[in-house]
């Protein structure tokens, strides 16, 4: 059983920068894959970035490729989502999830979700 809080939402302006943080509690952190997901009003939940248990692989929707950056500190138990050049259609709410990366166009399925926590960005 993992359980997650997300924090570090916000309201910004275009290309300004935020940074998303979860706290995940529980035994299955450090060998669980961690990955942020996100829902804009009216649309499906989309993969964002995925990163291994190990850290050593990270993942990234195209989108946000060279824009944000996951990482993880597991003796903290904690992902974070740093997203730089924010653009107004970065706007949605951000969950963290805990699981599995199974590749694909997929890349990771979720067994755990956080919360979410809302992002804006204003143009």
């Known amino acids: 059983q993992v359980q997650l809080v997300e924090s570090g939402g916000g309201s910004v302006q275009a290309g300004d920068s935020l940074r998303l943080s979860c706290l995940a509690s529980?035994?299955?952190?450090?060998?669980?894959?961690m990955g942020w997901f996100r829902q804009a009003p009216g649309r499906e939940r989309e993969f964002v970035t995925a990163?291994?248990?190990?850290?050593?692989?990270?993942y990234y929707t195209n989108s946000v490729k060279g824009r944000f950056t996951i990482s993880r500190d597991n003796a903290k138990n904690t992902v974070y989502l740093q997203m730089n050049s924010l653009k107004p259609e970065d706007t949605a709410i951000y969950y963290c999830?805990?699981?599995?990366?199974?590749?694909?166009?997929?890349?990771?399925?979720?067994?755990?979700w956080g919360q979410g926590t809302q992002v804006t960005v204003s143009s």
């Open positions: 999830a805990a699981g599995r990366i199974v590749g694909g166009p997929t890349t990771m399925s979720a067994d755990y």
């Open positions: 990163i291994g248990w190990t850290a050593l692989r990270t």
């Open positions: 529980g035994q299955s952190f450090s060998t669980s894959a």
